[in-house]
């Protein structure tokens, strides 16, 4: 083991108290760390014909080329605030996050303690507190990028008569999630899913007009008599639909 090796060896086994492995032949050392709120993997490069100690940190999520840009933003963000001489970067190879810091040491190859942990610490805690943040990010992409084939392949299900698709597409349509609000489309998807055998969508409809007479109270109460009313074709379209089942 070399001497910048060594140096690295009796720090994290005696001032952190890490399990690690080591490459003799890369001069490199492996671990993973728990942090407060995620487990990061580590690598600590020595290159002692350098005279330098790299130091490097990876986030254990993969991140998808279409989420780089919200990424790119948010590394740049956190750089603009950090003033640790730690980098962040997207390694393209695994396509995770990573921390990065050096150490350069002078001719007589030895590494001051504190010089080490300013280098180690904030390679660590830069990604730690920032992970929840990075999982939010990551979360919103996967929604938008999920959300138009999630409306589109209801549709095209809808379109094919299936009625568990039509009930779905319904609450989206009733509530505007992801498509603009189109209570009435709702309504007459509910009906189809009832036609084509589904018949807990009647259930709905019920639920349907419970609400819609709260709000033909509520609009009215505020004298906005318009909306009630269209409130309250909106309660006879449900109302009609039930009757015909009704019927059958």
Same mark, same amino acid.
């Given at each position: 083991?070399?001497?910048?090796?060594?140096?690295?060896?009796?720090?994290?086994?005696?001032?952190?108290?890490?399990?690690?492995?080591?490459?003799?032949?890369?001069?490199? &050392?492996?671990?993973?760390?728990?942090?407060?709120?995620?487990?990061?993997? #580590?690598?600590?490069?020595?290159?002692?014909?350098?005279?330098?100690?790299?130091?490097? @940190?990876?986030?254990?999520?993969?991140?998808?080329?279409?989420?780089?840009?919200?990424?790119?933003? &948010?590394?740049? !963000?956190?750089?603009?605030?950090? &003033?640790?001489? #730690?980098?962040?970067?997207?390694?393209?190879?695994?396509?995770?996050?990573?921390?990065?810091? @050096?150490?350069? #040491?002078? %001719?007589?190859?030895?590494?001051? !303690?504190?010089?080490?942990?300013?280098?180690?610490?904030?390679?660590?805690?830069?990604?730690?507190?920032?992970?929840?943040?990075?999982?939010?990010?990551?979360?919103?992409? *996967?929604?938008?990028?999920?959300?138009?084939?999630?409306?589109?392949?209801?549709? %095209?299900?809808?379109?094919?008569?299936?009625?568990?698709?039509?009930?779905?597409?319904?609450? !989206?349509?009733?509530?505007?999630?992801?498509?603009?609000?189109?209570?009435?489309?709702?309504?007459?998807?509910?009906? @189809?899913?009832?036609?084509?055998?589904?018949?807990?969508?009647?259930?709905?409809?019920?639920?349907?007009?419970?609400?819609?007479?709260?709000?033909?109270?509520?609009?009215?109460?505020?004298? *906005?008599?318009?909306?009630?009313?269209? &409130?309250?074709?909106?309660?006879?379209?449900?109302?009609?639909?039930?009757?015909?089942?009704? !019927?059958?």
């Amino acid at each position: 083991m070399d001497i910048l090796a060594r140096q690295v060896n009796d720090y994290l086994k005696n001032e952190y108290e890490l399990n690690f492995q080591y490459d003799e032949e890369k001069g490199e &050392f492996y671990f993973s760390i728990d942090m407060n709120h995620v487990c990061l993997d #580590v690598r600590i490069i020595c290159r002692e014909e350098d005279k330098q100690v790299l130091l490097l @940190a990876y986030v254990p999520i993969k991140i998808q080329e279409s989420q780089y840009t919200s990424v790119f933003r &948010f590394i740049n !963000k956190i750089q603009m605030d950090n &003033f640790d001489s #730690v980098s962040l970067f997207i390694n393209e190879e695994c396509n995770k996050l990573m921390s990065q810091s @050096a150490l350069n #040491v002078g %001719s007589d190859f030895r590494i001051n !303690k504190d010089v080490f942990r300013f280098a180690f610490c904030p390679l660590l805690n830069i990604l730690d507190d920032h992970f929840a943040e990075l999982l939010r990010i990551l979360s919103c992409e *996967d929604e938008n990028q999920n959300k138009p084939d999630e409306i589109s392949d209801l549709i %095209s299900l809808s379109e094919q008569n299936d009625p568990e698709a039509q009930y779905l597409l319904g609450i !989206k349509y009733y509530k505007g999630e992801d498509v603009a609000q189109d209570m009435e489309r709702a309504i007459y998807l509910w009906g @189809a899913s009832v036609d084509n055998g589904r018949e807990a969508t009647k259930v709905t409809l019920q639920d349907c007009i419970e609400n819609l007479t709260q709000k033909v109270k509520e609009t009215s109460d505020a004298q *906005d008599y318009e909306k009630a009313s269209l &409130f309250q074709a909106l309660i006879n379209k449900c109302d009609d639909l039930l009757n015909t089942y009704k !019927k059958k």
